[in-house]
């Protein structure tokens, strides 16, 4: 009955915690399938071995009853033949053989009780085994779906540090300060070395021939009023005499030409200093 008694630890074993305790649930499992199976198969040889001694003792019974009857008829043989002295033996024979047969008979009851018993356990040992199979694909699903949760927490615990998150805002200040002062050097460099009176007037021009063309635009569409008609053009040349103003003399004229040229020199020479 060894092979019982470890069935009954067997089943009375808990799965969860063979997993629990396992590093590798899923080769737990089917460890736990491999020793189960192992177990079927002994408990089927000492099943197989428990039935055979019932029906040897069932035949040993039956052949001392058999034995008994035998007896019985030879003393009525022995009466017959008026030997009543032969007729007690047989008849002692019977007894004892009945005897014999009457403790197999017991024998044999006891040991059915125990093969019910042990056909019984064979099947729900069976039972288990059939639904530690079904459960053991749902128990590796379950495993593997964990550890994929597990490292799926172990990915968003790392993104969520807030020390990364902080270095990557420090960062990205870093490249907005380093932005702001070269945009600074930038405007320094313009304002010492640019012509700013030039490039005010560059952008005037370039916005007012824009304000003209739509001006021109509006007037050809109706929405302005035309532009007024253009004023008689003075005289190519009108005289000193002819505007009531004296004339000037060459050395005059010329006095005023020397004048011109140095003022035009200095403004070059302002404008050559500016861009240095």
Same mark, same amino acid.
């Given at each position: 009955?060894?092979?019982?008694? $470890? ?51 069932? &035949? ?32 002692? $024979? &019977? ?38 199979? $079904? &459960? ?41 300060? @380093? ?63 002819? @505007? ?31 861009? $240095?």
């Amino acid at each position: 009955m060894g092979v019982f008694a $470890r069935l009954a630890t067997l089943l009375k074993s808990n799965l969860n915690d063979l997993i629990s305790k396992a590093e590798d649930p899923e080769k737990m499992l089917h460890q736990v399938i491999i020793e189960m199976a192992n177990q079927l198969v002994e408990a089927k040889k000492g099943v197989a071995l428990s039935i055979a001694m019932e029906k040897t003792l069932l &035949k040993q019974a039956d052949a001392e009853a058999a034995t008994a009857a035998e007896w019985e008829r030879r003393a009525m043989m022995a009466v017959r033949a008026n030997d009543d002295a032969l007729a007690k033996e047989a008849l002692t $024979r &019977k007894k004892e053989h009945e005897g014999h047969a009457t403790a197999l008979r017991e024998q044999w009851a006891k040991q059915k009780k125990q093969v019910d018993q042990v056909k019984l356990a064979l099947r729900v040992l069976n039972n288990k085994i059939e639904e530690a199979k $079904r &459960k053991k694909n749902i128990l590796i699903a379950r495993t593997r779906q964990a550890e994929a949760r597990k490292k799926i927490q172990e990915t968003m615990s790392g993104i969520a540090n807030a020390s990364a998150f902080e270095t990557f805002q420090r960062m990205e200040e870093k490249v907005v300060q @380093l932005e702001g002062e070269a945009d600074a050097a930038s405007e320094l460099a313009e304002e010492y070395s640019g012509d700013h009176l030039a490039e005010k007037f560059r952008t005037l021009e370039a916005t007012s021939g824009a304000d003209g063309d739509l001006t021109a635009l509006k007037q050809k569409m109706g929405l302005a009023p035309p532009p007024p008609p253009a004023a008689a053009a003075p005289p190519a040349r009108v005289e000193a005499e002819e @505007l009531g103003e004296p004339a000037l003399s060459q050395a005059e004229q010329d006095e005023l030409a020397a004048a011109l040229a140095e003022l035009e020199a200095e403004d070059q020479a302002a404008q050559a200093r500016m861009k $240095r």
